[in-house]
């Protein structure tokens, strides 16, 4: 009886760890209500003013090279970038989205989201 009890609770414990770690992995998808792992106070508030001044530089500083994003937008497109995020906050995503897709961000076609991650292949390679 308490084998099946340990068991049981050792596969419930499993289940849940998988669970938590694949939705914090999922956090962030270009969604900017959405609290990235990467997520401070202050973080947030340098990339604020990082968009507003249209700074690459303090961008590139809080990314730190982390994720696709980076190794696509750069000082020449950034201010591209900064007109998307703003769009996103004003909640005019299919504009947004458009400018997403002109980067090289779009998300249709698996050309972004989960890009590499082992969520799924572009068939139309």
Known sequence: MNKTILTITGIALGVGALFAASSSAQAYR???????PY???ERHEAMTKAFENKD????????Q????VTQVVNEGNFAKF????QMML??????????????????????GQG??????????R
Not at 65 to 68: F, I, K, N, S, V
């Open 30 to 36: 270009g969604d900017p209500s959405v609290q990235g």
């Open 39 to 41: 997520y401070s106070a």
């Open 56 to 63: 690459y530089n303090a961008w590139k500083e809080q990314m």
């Open 65 to 68: 090279g982390r994720g696709r």
């Open 82 to 85: 900064a007109e998307m995020h």
């Open 90 to 111: 004003d909640g005019k995503t299919s504009e947004a989205n458009a400018i997403r897709t002109e980067l090289g961000l779009g998300l249709q076609n698996g050309s």
């Open 115 to 124: 890009q590499g991650m082992g969520y799924g292949r572009n068939v139309n």
